[in-house]
């Protein structure tokens, strides 16, 4: 599978008029070579790959673990006494236009491949990722299958007295002690806090008082592969003012699934943002703000990966995306509704991956 991507990749590079690319991005190296022990925060490998040559540059710290899992690429073992640069006079000769990912590179970064390399050109690997393979939809399925039971699993967890970090860890501990990671710090929103889309998980504890707004936005990461999913409950019952939230974001969701199943019968490009527009416009013609964010998101080896789904998005969506559908309404003093699920097109179907209940839970 990963020697076929390499493959794909060297020939959008002959079609691109490159002849090399430069590849920094973690979620890029792990997508070309199934490695993903290298840290996102430290540069601790690049990828460079031609038309008839490609390399994999780290240190001895990872140098085994890489001959082992990696042997489709050529490895360029970086140290002070054989730096990157070595290889870069190497090739200098076969290189005379490089790609790089722009929005990935470091000023430093950039400044060091300009000395070897004059002529650079932007280079895009992340639109590989837009359409997933059974196997990686089959694996962000099983990410949501445990963010489910992990949601099942904390509802018990809400109580008078636990604070947003509490039950933040109870999360997190439930999805490592089932073998996986967080895809992302978790979101745990109690009372007012929630009317902050990406609230800052804190010390606030839940009060014994009617209607508390308790939003989880929290994601599985296995194999690789991520989830994410966000349920409001309430901690008490809740105000009709609160119902109505809740309904009305319910039905703002259901009006984007019935927007893209109506467009997918007609045959017609399903517009990403004709899909947000549909859950907008509904929000606000029940006299509730805007959503103050994108309708939804690509997923995959990243949480936040394209198609975005958003009012100035010209993307379309196609057999193989795997994206989130996530309104939500906020009021400030009083709180906030997202609802957040999966879902996959799929053999000209829409698919959720997200099997947790919607239905307005009161604890």
Not at 194 to 214: D, I, R
Not at 277 to 298: C, E, N, Q, V
Not at 304 to 328: A, C, N, R, Y
Not at 339 to 356: H, K, P, W, Y
């Amino acid at each position: 599978m990963f020697k076929q991507r390499i493959q794909q990749v060297k020939q959008k590079i002959s079609k691109a008029k490159l002849d090399a690319i430069w590849i920094c991005d973690v979620s890029n190296i792990t997508y070309l070579t199934g490695f993903s022990n290298f840290s996102k925060e430290e540069r601790e490998a690049y990828l460079l790959i031609g038309k008839d040559f490609q390399f994999i540059i780290t240190d001895a710290r990872y140098s085994e673990a890489v001959r082992k899992e990696i042997p489709h690429l050529k490895l360029f073992e970086r140290s002070h006494q054989n730096p990157t640069e070595k290889l870069f006079e190497s090739l200098k000769n076969k290189i005379k236009v490089l790609g790089i990912e722009e929005d990935e590179l470091t000023v430093l970064e950039y400044k060091s491949l300009k000395k070897h390399f004059k002529k650079t050109k932007h280079f895009n690997l992340k639109t590989n990722r837009l359409i997933k393979t059974p196997e990686e939809i089959k694996k962000i399925e099983k990410a949501c299958k445990l963010g489910d039971l992990a949601f099942k699993y904390i509802l018990k967890k809400i109580r008078t007295g636990i604070s947003e970090k509490e039950l933040a860890y109870e999360l997190e501990k439930f999805i490592k002690e089932n073998g996986a990671e967080l895809s992302f710090p978790s979101i745990v929103a109690f009372g007012k806090n929630s009317s902050v889309p990406h609230h800052q998980t804190g010390n606030t504890k839940l009060e014994e008082k009617h209607g508390q707004f308790v939003l989880l936005d929290f994601g599985v990461k296995l194999e690789n592969y991520c989830s994410d999913m966000t349920r409001t409950v309430f901690f008490g019952k809740p105000s009709k003012e609160q119902q109505k939230i809740y309904e009305t974001v319910l039905s703002a969701q259901q009006k984007a699934v019935d927007y893209i199943n109506k467009t997918l019968k007609s045959g017609k490009k399903i517009w990403a943002s004709k899909v947000d527009i549909a859950a907008r416009d509904y929000i606000i013609s029940k006299g509730f703000p805007t959503i103050p964010h994108s309708l939804g998101h690509g997923i995959g080896l990243e949480v936040h990966e394209h198609p975005s789904l958003s009012p100035k998005s010209k993307e379309d969506l196609k057999s193989g995306m795997v994206f989130s559908i996530e309104p939500g309404i906020y009021i400030p003093n009083l709180g906030g509704v997202r609802i957040e699920d999966l879902f996959v097109l799929e053999n000209q179907q829409l698919r959720a991956l997200t099997g947790s209940s919607k239905a307005l839970i009161i604890i």
